[in-house]
């Protein structure tokens, strides 16, 4: 358990954290490169973790250096993993390695923990098997553990959901290049969350590999590109940045933070334009952002381009005047927890007044009351509500060490800015 004190108007400037999701990307494209790759300022955190240890059973050499991994990639050559891997709640790592296990000799099976063997992944399964890849759900409920025969994948055209989550595509994408044929990805619905696309591609072209993309509907990855190895820097985290940022919202302080790229392909940088129609100044140069909270006004908002900053806008919304409307939000039902009705829950038991449906919340602020709130085992449901207690006397944290997931010093930090 984890007590929040009160603050007053947080006046500080920090660092944020690097991306989780640069992270994880960078690292299987590296161990796809043929010859060493350093990854400059990555993010470690179990997520992470799982990936590099994932990797390390596939034959790829990752060292620890400083400030940076340095990854020794095999060209696309990897060897069949001997044991069953273990991937814990890390929701990337799964999807990613999805495919990943196709390129590999041999049958490889994936599997989790908690609640990572309930959230889906027959969109991505589905889409192996249109390429002859025999991949499928071992209990037979679209749900991991999952299992892989490799040996290749033939490519060609499939057809994929867009509507429940784009790791599905990026996953797809990540290993395209190293498919036998050109490889055209044809997005059935609309494609939640873009910009996670958009930083795949991103990454991708910094290594050297080309996509077309056709307007999100249509992605095409010609057969024969190459990872080349590279010197990469990872980006610092807008997701993790909008607990500060809201801090400084809702407080009423002044936030300064360093390392963010104002033109980032994350979606979560958005956050920055949320918090300015809600009321609140902000500056932006290069590598620095200032804002300065005012008094909050309630807003009507779609964030299907940034789903991992909802939490942190809906706890945000509590100190608001007026009703905020969040929609575009139907894929949070399948995160590390159902966050819509984890949402509804703890607001509600907090004092606020929450209406829910399959997509979107309403927030009406309220009278509030000192309350413990469960976490569900989700990062970011502990991050955000801890912002809650920056204003709400009594406000205690259960199971504060699930942050470690992409966030392992967060309440260090957050004791650090208002201490």
């Given at each position: 358990?984890?007590?929040?004190?009160?603050?007053?108007?947080?006046?500080?400037?920090?660092?944020?954290?690097?991306?989780?999701?640069?992270?994880?990307?960078?690292?299987?494209?590296?161990?796809?490169?043929?010859?060493?790759?350093?990854?400059?300022?990555?993010?470690?955190?179990?997520?992470?973790?799982?990936?590099?240890?994932?990797?390390?059973?596939?034959?790829?050499?990752?060292?620890?250096?400083?400030?940076?991994?340095?990854?020794?990639?095999?060209?696309?050559?990897m060897k069949c993993p001997h044991n069953e891997i273990s991937i814990g709640l890390a929701g990337t790592t799964m999807r990613f390695l999805t495919t990943f296990c196709a390129l590999s000799p041999g049958t490889t099976k994936l599997t989790g923990e908690g609640r990572m063997l309930e959230r889906p992944i027959s969109d991505l399964l589905d889409a192996l098997n249109q390429m002859g890849v025999n991949a499928h759900s071992v209990k037979n409920n679209g749900c991991p553990p999952v299992e892989i025969i490799g040996g290749g994948v033939s490519g060609g055209q499939i057809e994929l959901a867009g509507g429940k989550s784009s790791q599905y595509l990026t996953s797809l994408l990540l290993c395209a290049p190293y498919f036998k044929s050109d490889t055209t990805i044809n997005i059935?619905?609309?494609?939640?969350?873009?910009?996670?696309?958009?930083?795949?591609?991103?990454?991708?072209?910094?290594?050297?590999?080309?996509?077309?993309?056709?307007?999100?509907?249509?992605?095409?990855?010609?057969a024969g590109q190459t990872y080349c190895a590279t010197n990469y820097s990872v980006e610092a985290d807008w997701s993790s940045a909008s607990y500060f940022l809201a801090a400084a919202a809702i407080t009423q302080g002044e936030v300064t933070l360093t390392g963010l790229n104002p033109d980032s392909a994350q979606g979560d940088a958005g956050f920055l334009n949320v918090l300015e129609r809600m009321g609140c100044v902000v500056e932006r140069a290069f590598k620095k952002i200032f804002i300065k909270g005012n008094p909050l006004r309630g807003i009507d908002i779609n964030m299907n381009n940034m789903p991992d900053v909802v939490q942190t806008l809906a706890v945000t919304a509590l100190f608001a005047k007026g009703e905020t409307c969040i929609s575009g939000i139907g894929n949070l039902k399948i995160k590390e927890t159902d966050r819509i009705e984890a949402l509804k829950r703890e607001l509600s038991r907090l004092g606020a007044r929450v209406e829910a449906g399959e997509d979107f919340l309403k927030i009406h602020p309220g009278t509030y009351v000192p309350t413990d709130i469960e976490?569900?085992?989700?990062?970011?449901?502990?991050?955000?509500?801890?912002?809650?207690?920056?204003?709400?006397?009594?406000?205690?944290?259960?199971?504060?060490?699930?942050?470690?997931?992409?966030?392992?010093d967060f309440f260090e930090q957050l004791e650090a800015i208002y201490g």
């Open positions: 358990m984890k007590k929040i004190n009160p603050a007053g108007k947080i006046v500080a400037t920090l660092d944020c954290p690097a991306s989780k999701s640069y992270t994880n990307r960078a690292l299987l494209i590296a161990a796809l490169a043929d010859g060493v790759s350093i990854l400059r300022n990555p993010l470690l955190s179990d997520d992470t973790k799982y990936m590099h240890l994932a990797l390390e059973q596939f034959g790829i050499s990752i060292k620890q250096e400083d400030r940076a991994l340095v990854v020794s990639g095999t060209g696309g050559l059935i619905g609309d494609l939640t969350s873009k910009s996670y696309a958009d930083i795949t591609l991103e990454i991708m072209g910094a290594f050297g590999v080309t996509v077309d993309n056709k307007s999100y509907t249509q992605f095409r990855v010609s976490t569900y085992n989700d990062h970011r449901m502990a991050m955000s509500f801890a912002l809650a207690g920056l204003k709400i006397p009594g406000v205690r944290i259960k199971n504060p060490s699930c942050v470690e997931k992409s966030f392992p």
